[in-house]
């Protein structure tokens, strides 16, 4: 038998450089003489993931055998970020390796900015799915994120003459944090044709036959929770030509360079993440990246299920599938599929099982979000699938109709065809009609979605199928890997550091508000995390900025919903107030920093415009004389997790200011806010939950609200309103070439003037200046700010995406933690 191998764990700077150094020296072949801060990052990583992946085969073990109920999260966007600061605070012992690396020579901050961001994601759905990761290996969840392994994550920006120019992000140059399973492989199916047959039984079966196979291979990541052992798995697919006679014979036959181009082919399905958010694209190599990831997580699943030889009916008893917004939707007749298909069942049976083992989360309620496919891509590229959706939808369309025999209309309202030219698939109702929940992120939203897009659902199903699970972030990442001092801080005072576990008890901080001395250390804190983000301006920018300035940050993807427009608009307001003040008036004025940052989809040319306006108005300001300190205008490039690291330890205010009813729910607003910043708002998503949380004399919320907004639309369109009289002089300053050739920017200023602003821009201008008044002098009295900053920190218990993991599985998932036990 072998011998147990048994790892050196490191307990001193001495046994941590011995294993770094050894990683270095063999597992990369490099010598110590040339060792540079690459080098040493993964000498650093590789020593840390020695202690994961044991802890990590004990867990998978442990939870194959006891068996318990498993969480699959299925998740075409998982934003990671980096991994190794995660790893060493998460597993302990991070003190040792700064030792370590100290006495080599190195800063651990140095070494831990070598690692490229995992940043196969978006935004909020991708960063979110990241959060949940966390969180369920904190709780001791048996579960498992499913995703792909794109080549290329979301790309790189750059700001090149006030342009955003895209770059690919080819990330996978040295990964230390994936194991390629090799071993693991799926062969998944496109194209084809159905063929019916007779079985023994007499009974007619369908088939699906011929197209072309692409290989999926496993590539696991592991995910290690937050003082506990517990360490589960994140798999992702990569996507390969199928190895097969069919090469052997094209290779045999001299058709090598044939051979070589189908091999590519398969490649590029999981090559490149679309960098699309909040809408979209009916691209064919999108709907084929969906079924590849869904094909290949489902066989995985069900292959782990029958392993244990129960019957069919435990399915949904052992396997709870969260679909991540309706990208997985296909999962649904997938399992369908399999189950009719390959297993037999019929189809009474196979559905029970099917709608018992999905839940579906919903992230918008934007209708060129919602997904759509095209019926005859459909029948090109699955056949079998839109067969069986089509049974689906005749299924639930004859229990509707013996329902509602009165309502007639009901009928094509909701159904999952969308009687077009061409016929759509919604995706969005087999993600409702194939799961047992249906989930919203936020108050706000869970109650539109069921008085909206699926207010009929609501009528067929009743309420109890929709239910809200506020989205939540983790307060490792977002509070002690992102502020240590201040995590330091709360520990010295709550006593430990409990609260990365049980967020609820930062409730006790409420006592020290007016302790001097807590008071002193909590505001030296936040000015040296704005001395470093001055500091990194000015390293990339070379702009210099005032750390006692009112730091104003919006940082998020740029979409019009979000109205980065509205901000860059008062930007240019305030401009114009201060062009216009006596030098007394000035004397009373708050120096502000505005900050923006954020990627534009390639093809979404409003939103690079106003990349392009933020730029510009930044590039007159920042040099006018006349304002000097008093306001800076800021372009952060290239806005990802590792960035937002810095960010949001860094504000006084932050901008969370979407039209009324349009942000799901936002997590970057939670993250500012537990980091001792205040949040400009629209009573909006989260920020309403949070405003409840913290008290509504600790934001600033302004404009209208999501009930009045149809009538307001509706009067834009029908002539009874005017332009807001400031905003017509913002636009006068642009269209008078300030911000240099007002042609780049007309479409942005008719898209309200003249196209009925859409996102009521107008309506909430005046609102908005008014509160960004307040601001001004709110901050002014610094300490009434500090003691606002201080409460809300306080009152942040709620918004842990521990909290949020447990209500899913309390609510949807009815599963358990296992605790890992100890002697092991
Ligand atoms: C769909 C089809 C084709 C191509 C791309 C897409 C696509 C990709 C990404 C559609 C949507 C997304 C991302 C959506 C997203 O990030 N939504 C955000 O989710 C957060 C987590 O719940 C919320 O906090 C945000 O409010 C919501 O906008």
Request: glycine content about 6%; some cysteine.
């Amino acid at each position: 038998a072998w011998k147990k191998f048994t790892p050196k764990p490191f307990d001193t700077a001495e046994e941590f450089n011995a294993e770094a150094v050894r990683h270095i020296e063999t597992t990369l072949a490099r010598s110590m003489y040339n060792c540079d801060e690459g080098a040493a990052y993964a000498g650093t990583a590789l020593a840390f993931r020695d202690r994961l992946v044991l802890d990590w085969n004990k867990t998978q073990q442990a939870q194959t055998f006891k068996d318990q109920k498993r969480v699959y999260y299925l998740s075409l966007e998982f934003l990671m970020g980096r991994a190794l600061d995660n790893a060493m605070l998460n597993i302990g012992k991070k003190d040792v390796a700064v030792k370590g690396l100290s006495d080599l020579g190195f800063r651990m901050e140095d070494i831990i900015s070598q690692e490229h961001d995992a940043a196969l994601g978006n935004g909020g759905l991708g960063r979110l799915a990241a959060c949940f990761l966390d969180s369920m290996a904190s709780l001791n969840y048996p579960a498992w994120g499913y995703g792909l392994r794109y080549r290329y994550g979301i790309f790189k920006q750059e700001i090149i003459d006030g342009y955003q120019v895209e770059v690919p992000d080819y990330w996978l140059d040295f990964n230390p944090w994936e194991f390629a399973r090799h071993d693991i492989t799926v062969d998944v199916q496109f194209y084809g044709y159905v063929s019916k047959y007779q079985d023994d039984d007499g009974k007619n079966v369908s088939f699906w036959e011929g197209g072309e196979i692409v290989q999926a291979c496993a590539y696991d990541v592991p995910i290690a929770g937050y003082g506990t052992s517990t360490v589960n798995n994140l798999r992702l697919w990569g996507s390969k030509a199928a190895s097969g006679e069919f090469d052997f014979q094209k290779f045999n036959s001299g058709e090598y360079e044939s051979s070589v181009a189908d091999q590519q082919r398969a490649e590029t399905i999981s090559a490149v993440l679309y960098p699309n958010d909040n809408l979209e694209r009916g691209k064919e190599l999108r709907l084929k990246q969906q079924y590849f990831w869904c094909a290949a997580s489902l066989f995985d699943i069900v292959r782990r299920f029958k392993k244990t030889q129960r019957p069919w009916k435990d399915f949904p008893n052992q396997v709870a599938i969260q679909l991540n917004d309706t990208h997985p939707t296909l999962a649904i007749p997938e399992l369908q599929r399999i189950l009719i298909d390959q297993e037999g069942l019929d189809w009474d049976e196979a559905w029970s099982i099917v709608s018992k083992t999905f839940g579906y989360t919903n992230h918008t309620v934007l209708p060129e979000a919602l997904e759509k496919w095209s019926v005859p891509l459909f029948q090109h590229l699955l056949p079998r699938h839109l067969q069986i959706i089509y049974d689906i939808n005749l299924q639930f369309l004859q229990y509707v109709e013996r329902n509602f025999p009165k309502e007639r209309d009901i009928l094509s309202r909701v159904s999952i065809i969308e009687e077009a030219n061409p016929k759509m698939v919604r995706m969005a109702y087999l993600a409702v009609i194939g799961s047992h929940k249906v989930n919203g992120v936020a108050e706000l939203h869970s109650d539109l979605i069921k008085t909206t897009i699926f207010k009929d659902f609501v009528k067929i199903y009743g309420p109890d199928k929709f239910t809200n699970v506020t989205n939540g972030i983790t307060p490792r990442r977002w509070l002690h890997q992102a502020n240590p001092r201040l995590s330091e801080l709360i520990a010295s005072k709550l006593g430990g550091y409990d609260f990365l576990k049980d967020l609820t008890l930062l409730h006790k901080l409420e006592a020290y508000v007016d302790d001097k001395d807590f008071r002193k250390e909590f505001q030296e804190i936040k000015y040296a995390n704005k001395v470093r983000l001055a500091k990194y301006i000015k390293d990339t920018l070379g702009v210099s900025v005032n750390p006692s300035a009112l730091f104003d940050v919006q940082v998020k993807r740029i979409h019009e919903y979000k109205r980065q427009q509205l901000n860059i608009f008062g930007v240019i307001h305030r401009y114009l107030a201060i062009k216009a003040m006596s030098p007394e008036e000035k004397k009373k004025l708050a120096p502000r920093v505005s900050i923006f940052g954020g990627k534009a989809a390639p093809g979404y040319w409003m939103a690079k415009t106003v990349i392009h306006l933020v730029n510009q108005v930044g590039k007159v300001v920042n040099s006018d004389k006349d304002v000097g300190d008093l306001l800076k205008v800021i372009y952060l490039e290239d806005y990802n997790v590792s960035k937002a690291e810095i960010i949001c330890p860094a504000s006084d205010i932050s901008e969370h200011i979407s039209t009324a009813g349009t942000e799901a729910s936002g997590t970057s607003n939670m993250k500012f806010v537990i980091n001792g910043g205040l949040i400009i708002g629209t009573c909006d998503g989260a920020n309403i939950e949070i405003t409840r949380e913290i008290g509504e004399n600790n934001i600033f919320l302004f404009g209208n609200l999501a009930e009045d907004v149809e009538e307001l639309r509706h009067s834009h369109m029908y002539g009874t309103y005017t332009l807001d009289p400031s905003l017509a002089a913002v636009f006068d300053s642009i269209q008078s070439g300030t911000f240099g050739d007002a042609g780049a920017f007309t479409s942005l200023v008719n898209g309200i003037v003249d196209h009925g602003d859409y996102y009521l821009v107008s309506d909430d201008f005046a609102s908005y200046c008014k509160t960004q008044d307040l601001i001004d002098e709110a901050y002014r009295n610094q300490d009434e700010w500090l003691t606002k900053a201080i409460t809300s920190v306080a009152r942040m218990g709620f918004f842990s995406s521990d909290r949020c993991i447990d209500e899913y599985a309390e609510m949807i998932w009815n599963t358990e933690p296992l605790v890992p036990s100890k002697d092991e």
